[in-house]
């Protein structure tokens, strides 16, 4: 699989715009949001499999996210976003999300069963 930066963007406003469409709550649901449902982190988790293969378990060079512990995913996340760590991607897709977005979606991978 090739992944072009055009790709990525494409994802990357994919993600946005499903978050716009399903995150215009309220102001007071947005200051204290509630833990999302499992289908809405399963949503958020779909748009990595572009590349990183269906539930995270990446054939073809691509890091393998299933099964990786939540917080060793959750840091590459934000380091990404920050910038701090070297990525030709991953620093474009994370900006999509929030912190406790990526947070919801580390975890969910954490618990998927890695392929054999
Ligand atoms: C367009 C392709 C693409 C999409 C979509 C994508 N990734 Fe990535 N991912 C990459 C590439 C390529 C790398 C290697 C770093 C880089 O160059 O950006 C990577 C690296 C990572 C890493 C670091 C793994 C390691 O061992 O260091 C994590 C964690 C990760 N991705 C999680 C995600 C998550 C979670 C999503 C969905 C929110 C996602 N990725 C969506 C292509 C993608």
């Known amino acids: 699989m090739t992944a072009s930066p055009r790709n990525a963007a494409r994802t990357a406003l994919l993600a946005a715009t499903t ?9 007071a649901a947005q200051q204290a949001p509630d833990r999302p449902t499992e289908r809405q982190v399963r949503a958020w988790a ?15 060079g691509f890091p393998v996210l299933a ?20 990525a030709t991607i991953m620093h474009q ?12 979606i ?3 991978f954490a618990n998927v069963k ?3």
């Open 19 to 27: 978050f716009l469409a399903f995150g215009a709550g309220s102001a």
């Open 46 to 60: 779909a748009a990595c499999a572009a590349c990183h293969n269906t539930d995270g378990r990446s054939i073809g």
């Open 114 to 116: 890695p392929a054999r």
């Open 67 to 86: 099964g990786r512990s939540a917080e060793d995913t959750y840091r590459a996340l934000v380091e990404f976003r920050s910038g701090q760590r070297p």
């Open 106 to 108: 580390a975890e969910w």
């Open 93 to 104: 897709h994370t900006r999509g999300y929030t912190t406790d977005e990526l947070r919801h």
